[in-house]
């Protein structure tokens, strides 16, 4: 009997939450039908079915699901009670799995632009993406406040904010950078590599170039509290929050990969992350984390440090500054604040102070 289990799907989390079944218990499903929904600290993955069958759930929304679980099973779809494919568009239309129907629904997307879709099987994220439109979260109560719940992705955020918080002993040390000169030939370089190149993509580039003087930064500890896991490369996790949730795709061998390579690579982030459709593939393997903060108001920012990482890099938005030049008279420049925090069982102030000077002569030099 064909099983459904949970395969890996990073390597920092041991264990993922049953968010939803996408197709109720004794329903037939085709082949490729997505029939759950899986959290993990990162992101929702949907698990679909390898055969056609009569799905039979083996665990309860909600619960805790380890890798390699089986969750359900496929019985054979000549089974007696199986209920047929659920479509909304036809015989010979898609099929439309359960939470697809209900949001097509709330956002009144008809049958007709979801056969126009010319998909065989339509999720909730392509209605989602169709309607072009964010869910709604908020509802009247009788007294007249409003109550509304985390959004998908923000529910991921808040347990690997909670995880962090309650397994990394983390510190903070911040440090007042001149990025005037990184600023000044970004232009030149967005010319050059035909893709924006500004502060994420020349800090990307420093913190991979910091990988083989400070390795420490980048390793891994076990929960054990005492066995460490060196880190053979630089890949570098990056935030990406577009309003619609907060993403931290991976800039792989960030120390060996040139400017243009990692504006590529930001780039193509950055579009996808407007239609959420990420890979576990891209949001997986980052050996550090890199934040960048745009608002002109904000001095400090200090980041989580993600579970199964050491240190996590903050940085703010340039501002002007006066300060005493070499010559002992006030001088301007451009300066942000660069932090890191880190987990101090690995790391301390010293070698983390030591990491944010190698940043800040990295930025002084021209990329690769």
Known sequence: MPEIAVPKLNTNDDSYMLLAWLAPDGE????????????????VEELTAATGGVLRHRAAT???????????????????????????????????????????????????????????IVRRA???ALAEAPPPVATGSATGSATGSLSRNQRAVARTVARSHATVPAAYTAMTIDVGAALERMPRLTRAVRRP?????????????????????FARLDDDGHTLHPAFAAHVGVTV??????????????????????????????VTAAGGAFRPSELDGATITLTLHQDADVSLAIPIVYPGQTCAV???????????????????????????????????GREAARFLAALARTLQEEPR
């Open 28 to 43: 037939a499903v085709p082949a490729g039908a997505p029939v759950a929904e899986v959290e993990t600290s990162k992101a």
């Open 62 to 120: 909600g619960a805790e699901i380890a890798p390699g679980q089986v969750i359900a099973v496929l019985d054979d779809p000549t089974a007696a009670g199986a209920a047929p494919v659920p479509s909304s568009a036809g015989d010979d239309g898609p099929t439309i799995t359960a939470p697809a129907r209900a949001r097509m629904a709330e956002l009144g997307v008809s049958a007709e632009q979801v056969a126009a879709l010319g998909r065989p």
């Open 126 to 128: 392509d209605i989602d």
């Open 197 to 217: 190149v500004g502060l994420a993509e020349l800090f990307v580039a420093a913190i991979g170039a910091a990988h083989a003087e400070h390795p420490m930064c």
């Open 241 to 270: 929050d577009l309003g619609e949730g907060l993403y931290v795709p991976v800039v792989r061998d960030a120390g060996t990969a040139t400017v243009a390579e990692i504006a590529r690579a930001l780039a193509r982030f950055r």
């Open 314 to 348: 903050a940085v703010t938005a340039p501002r002007p500054e006066l300060h005493l030049g070499d010559d002992g008279r006030p001088a301007a420049r451009t300066v942000s604040q660069v932090g890191l925090a880190y987990d101090h069982r690995v790391v301390n």
